[in-house]
């Protein structure tokens, strides 16, 4: 298992933090020089990032730097590679949850998210050790700091196209490349609060890619997860948004969809329709 951390050279701290977590975990990890401010994008990626205006120096080159992440899983022809940010706090069973969420992987995967705040309810794929669950999404996390990235993923996220919002965004807008993506919850990584931002937000950058992005989000979600399930999953969430407003908590409750037996769902990748099947609901934190 190939694991890649980004890591700006003028960062020493940060790669220091993070190998000792290696060390202590017992896994080798490749450090991957982080490009260093949108001057320094190498020219393949620069027409890209040509009209990011709304995007900081260090957000375009946080994006190109994963782009770049993305160019070694297509140049080495690697099967997948977990791709870490230089500020995440891994769990014990982090080596553990990447392997399992490879091997019990539905054919086609693109991304499996190891890392993420989960507002939303997710539907179950397949249950891993320690209580964690391979998963899909009925809302996408914003974070981009620890996941495995597929050889085909890497190829999608490769595509020419205008980068116009940060790099967790867009790879939260998963349907923009047609990303088949999974992840894994609880998540065995987090971003840590140890160290000032490298990227910097100096203006506010798009959150969206449009207002007609979102609703064929809707559609891309529901015909991925199947429509029952979608239902399912939105009724959850409506029900934890009002239950959270009468209680007047911030405290979520991520409902996890489970099929009424001891199975686990088998869903469809967004490349092919999906037909709803019956699921209850369980809710974990």
Request: with cysteine; glycine share 6%.
């Amino acid at each position: 298992m190939r694991i890649i951390c980004i890591n700006l050279d003028r960062s020493p701290q940060r790669w220091a933090f993070m190998t000792g977590q290696f060390h202590a975990l017992g896994v080798e990890v490749e450090r991957l020089a982080a490009i260093d401010g949108a001057a320094n994008v190498p020219a393949w990626l620069a027409p890209e990032f040509a009209a990011s205006h709304q995007l900081t120096s260090g957000e375009v080159a946080c994006y190109a730097s994963h782009l770049v992440a993305a160019q070694m899983v297509v140049g080495q022809g690697l099967p997948h590679v977990v791709v870490l940010e230089d500020d995440v706090t891994l769990d014990p069973d982090f080596p553990l949850a990447c392997r399992e969420a490879i091997d019990n992987a539905p054919a086609g995967w693109d991304c499996i998210h190891l890392s993420g705040v989960v507002k939303r309810s997710v539907v179950a794929v397949q249950n891993l050790l320690n209580g964690r669950t391979l998963v899909r999404y009925s809302r996408m996390p914003l974070n981009a700091a620890a996941y495995i990235l597929s050889n085909s993923g890497a190829r999608k996220l490769l595509t020419p196209a205008p980068r116009r919002c940060p790099y967790d965004v867009d790879l939260r807008h998963a349907w923009l490349a047609n990303l088949n993506v999974l992840g894994v919850h609880p998540a065995p990584a987090r971003q840590t609060n140890n160290f000032q931002s490298d990227i910097g937000h100096f203006q506010p950058a798009p959150s969206s890619p449009g207002p007609f992005s979102e609703v064929y989000l809707e559609w891309w979600t529901a015909r991925s997860l199947g429509l029952t399930v979608y239902a399912r999953a939105r009724l959850a969430n409506i029900a934890n948004s009002v239950r959270r407003r009468i209680e007047r908590s911030g405290k979520r409750n991520v409902a996890v969809l489970r099929l009424r037996n001891s199975g686990v769902a088998r869903l469809a990748s967004p490349d092919t329709t999906a037909k709803g099947s019956r699921y209850g609901t369980s809710a974990t934190m």
